[in-house]
């Protein structure tokens, strides 16, 4: 008789085993869209252009500081398929709580985009599950990660987030992971 092992697969762990994400911190955040479907503008001679939806999920991302007076958010750039957005918050809101929030705003916007602008519909979720984080702990890798949110559009091309990235991606999160 042979061993059947029916385990599902195991999630990688996305969140730092043991961090009080309540606390206060700054943040790296990367969502991406479902199926990675580029919803939300066209990257042309590396500028980011923002269609419609790009411009609302941008003034979303703007406005995740209304969500509490100890939230800032110092950088972020919305790209064709998925956002950066650097978080600093000092108040009672734990990370995934923000992110929770900014997810469900902006599917709710965009809905109602797809309803009365003609934006382009998506299929199940706005968003992957989830969402990529890394914790920022010293001004360099603050620095280090802003440069990289702002250069973004530039590095378009190499970015393996996008579905049609060169047959060489870039490799820069691993060093942002270095830090």
Known sequence: M???NNKLPQRKRLRMEGYDYSSAGCY??????????CLFGDVTNGT???NDAGKTIDKVTRD????DDNITVPFHIVMPNHVHIMIMQT???TLPEIIRRYKSDTTHRYIEGVKTKGWQRFDGNLWQKGYFDHIIRNQRAHDYIAQYIMDNPKRWNKDNINPHHDDDPDQIMKHILNY
């Open 64 to 67: 995740i500081e209304e969500y």
């Open 48 to 50: 980011m252009l923002l």
């Open 28 to 37: 790296f955040v990367t969502i991406v869209t479902n199926d990675r479907q």
């Open 2 to 4: 042979t061993n059947v």
């Open 91 to 93: 108040g009672n809101n």
